[in-house]
């Protein structure tokens, strides 16, 4: 059989237009062009009298030597009076029942550690992912881990998210629910199962959104009593950070020496995608209160709030620290001989995200917001139609309202909140 194509003519010529056209190699086959940019190899026979075609690839992906090949193979089958394309028809047959098989078999436990390292590993931050892991871990498998994952029932996983509900923890009760909804829906989607059980479960609990927001008066008793408790230097400024830049717990903590960089003579902090909840990288110009708190940065690399013993502080260290040494009540009963302990900062418990959301209220306060304060938490507007901006855009608008929301809350610590104005200077400058 006499060729036509080559490897270098294909290069050349094979290029989409305006209408459908082949390429012809012989004996049948041929490379279609489609105007879509479709380039697929197809095998024109007739068998019984019948005309038929064959896919046998699309190229480059299949080359002109691998097409040849296959369509040698199919030629053959033709020759001894086989329909290739039948034969096609029952092996992708035969695979589909070998997968509808396997799908049948696969248990619960199995069906959770796929959907962690096929799904939640891609898509989800370390952090989630291996949350998802633990409750999965914890809560369904030594529970339903052996049930094949196509007969679970909508009573099982109401049963079995109830148990969580029972033993105090109505919140968990309601994420374990999230993340069986999320992992059935993967596998409907993977055709693992037919359908997902978790739609239509209600959730267990109702949640009370958190709107804790610390007063002017709070905001001076927590800033001053942090030096009154026996936290670490760096668990004590990282919390004021939180205040001072009104970023998230997580990124405050994660701050690295080399995310500090200086543009047009002003420090700016970068907080790189891999670190952030959106996932997009995000600049924060730092004021003179929050380059206070970071120190001398000379020489430094590295995590920039450091423990005692030489680890970065975790947010877990700042919900601890908070929780130890906050609070309206005494710590315990009173001592045989001795006043009772008391918690060293005498206001309502907050969390350190309680913290972020009282800077973002107070900013008002400070004359910031409209299109920047969104801007300077990291949120991005709605309104703004630009896929991609400058990580620098509105740089001096975040500067002036950074220091003024700094100059705001250096007033609130030194218990002159009485004569604090609205930043008139950056209310005419926004």
């Not at 479709?38 to 046998?56: E, F, M, N």
């Not at 939180?242 to 405050?252: D, F, H, M, N, S």
């Not at 002036?400 to 929301?405: K, M, N, P």
Request: charged residues 30%.
């Amino acid at each position: 059989m006499k060729r036509k194509l080559t490897d270098s003519h294909l290069r050349t010529t094979a290029t989409p237009g305006a209408r459908r056209r082949q390429l012809r190699d012989g004996g049948g086959l041929a490379l279609m062009i489609y105007p879509t940019g479709v380039r697929s190899w197809l095998y024109t026979y007739s068998i019984d009298g019948a005309k038929k075609q064959l896919t046998l690839g699309e190229y480059p992906a299949v080359s002109l030597r691998e097409a040849r090949k296959a369509h040698e193979a199919a030629h053959a089958q033709v020759r001894d009076g086989i329909d290739p394309a039948e034969v096609r028809r029952r092996q992708l047959a035969t695979a589909a029942a070998q997968r509808a098989a396997q799908r049948g078999a696969e248990t619960v436990a199995t069906l959770c550690d796929r959907f962690i390292d096929e799904e939640a590993k891609k898509k989800l931050r370390e952090r989630t992912w291996k949350e998802y892991r633990r409750q999965l871990t914890s809560d369904v498998v030594p529970v339903l881990g052996e049930l094949k994952a196509g007969d679970v029932t909508q009573d099982e996983l109401i049963e079995l998210l109830e148990a969580v509900e029972a033993r105090g923890a109505p919140v968990a009760a309601n994420r374990l629910k999230a993340v069986l909804g999320a992992m059935f829906k993967w596998a409907k989607r993977k055709r693992i199962v037919r359908v997902n059980p978790v739609v239509g479960i209600e959730p267990l609990a109702a949640e009370k959104p958190k709107d804790r927001v610390l007063t002017d008066v709070e905001v001076r008793q927590f800033w001053t009593g942090l030096d009154a408790t026996e936290l670490s230097g760096a668990v004590k400024n990282a919390l004021r950070m939180i205040l001072v830049c009104a970023q998230r717990p997580g990124e405050v903590t994660g701050m690295q020496y080399e995310e500090l960089t200086v543009h047009e003579g002003r420090v700016i902090w970068i907080i790189p995608a891999s670190r952030r909840k959106n996932g997009k990288t995000h600049g924060v110009p730092l004021s003179t209160l929050a380059l206070d708190l970071i120190g001398d940065r000379e020489g430094h690399s590295g995590p920039v709030f450091i423990g005692p013993r030489g680890a970065p502080v975790t947010t877990h260290a700042l919900s601890v620290g908070l929780r130890r040494n906050i609070g309206e009540t005494d710590l315990g009963p009173p001592k045989k001989h001795g006043k009772r302990k008391r918690h060293p900062i005498q206001i309502q418990p907050c969390t350190p995200h309680d913290l972020r959301r009282t800077a973002a209220t107070m900013m008002s306060a400070a004359g910031v917001g409209g299109l920047i304060k969104p801007m300077l938490l990291g949120h991005a507007p709605q309104h703004v139609t630009r896929q991609v901006y400058d990580l620098f855009d509105y740089l001096p608008e975040k500067t002036r309202a950074l220091d003024a929301w700094g100059r705001y809350l250096a007033r609130i610590v030194a218990g002159d909140a009485a004569k604090i104005d609205n930043v008139v200077e950056f209310a005419k400058a926004r």
